[in-house]
T-cell receptor
Framework: AQSVTQPDIHITVSEGASLELRCNYS??????LFWYVQSPGQGLQLLLK??????LVQGIKGFEAEFKRSQSSFNLRKPSVHWSDAAEYFC??????????????FGKGTLLTVNP | GAVVSQHPSWVICKSGTSVKIECRSL??????MFWYRQFPKQSLMLMATSNEGSKATYEQGVEKDKFLINHASLTLSTLTVTSAHPEDSSFYIC??????????FGEGSRLTVL
């Protein structure tokens, strides 16, 4: 079974500082990899995804993530954090061919606090 | 990006009553939708996979008679919490599959059972 680990429950950074959120996964094949962001009381917004190809993917809001197969990691990065980036971030792994056999498994999330 | 809408955004009901939550894909057709439950400060847990025109597939431990799912059209799935109790209070989120492997999420529905 697939699993997703986000080692950091809570991270605090200063506005303007760089950010890296860690994500490790366990899955036998090459997975679909995602990062979502959730503001309090809201649904999830997709930041970026990796299906295949270039291992460095660019997303919205200035985020990027790098797929490293050897480390089973898909860490999220941003060079300069803005106060509006404060939210909960979820890494997710998808498996299945699509349709009813598709399963998306989420990590436990990392709460990002941004200090002024 | 694609738009998935949930309604209602929040609902308060009395214990023993039933509550229906709708999930609509507004600009694409989705043969498969998913329902998740999220407890405070926790991750999303998949409850069931909703398949258009057929029965939903429930995850282990989810009571299918308690959480009724209907996917009557390619743009609408509904989750009905039957005979709700306070322990059913939670944040329910749906998602719809636009393309293989790509899900779009609704805004979530907060249920409070008194």
């Amino acid at each position: 079974a697939q699993s997703v680990t986000q080692p950091d429950i809570h991270i605090t950074v200063s506005e303007g500082a760089s950010l890296e959120l860690r994500c490790n996964y366990s899955y036998g094949a090459t997975p679909y990899l995602f990062w979502y962001v959730q503001s309090p009381g809201q649904g999830l917004q997709l930041l970026l995804k990796y299906f295949s190809g270039d291992t460095l993917v660019q997303g919205i809001k200035g985020f990027e993530a790098e797929f490293k197969r050897s480390q089973s990691s898909f860490n999220l990065r941003k060079p300069s954090v803005h106060w509006s980036d404060a939210a909960e971030y979820f890494c997710a792994v998808g498996r299945g061919s699509g349709g009813s056999n598709y399963k998306l498994t989420f990590g436990k999330g990392t709460l990002l606090t941004v200090n002024p | 990006g694609a738009v998935v809408s949930q309604h209602p955004s929040w609902v308060i009901c009395k214990s023993g009553t039933s509550v229906k939550i709708e999930c609509r894909s507004l600009d694409f057709q989705a043969t498969t939708m998913f329902w998740y439950r999220q407890f405070p400060k926790q991750s999303l847990m998949l409850m069931a996979t909703s398949n258009e025109g057929s029965k939903a597939t429930y995850e282990q431990g989810v009571e299918k008679d308690k959480f009724l799912i209907n996917h009557a059209s390619l743009t609408l799935s509904t989750l009905t919490v039957t005979s709700a109790h306070p322990e059913d209070s939670s944040f329910y989120i749906c998602s719809a599959m636009k393309r293989p492997g790509e899900l779009f999420f609704g805004e979530g529905s907060r249920l409070t059972v008194l």
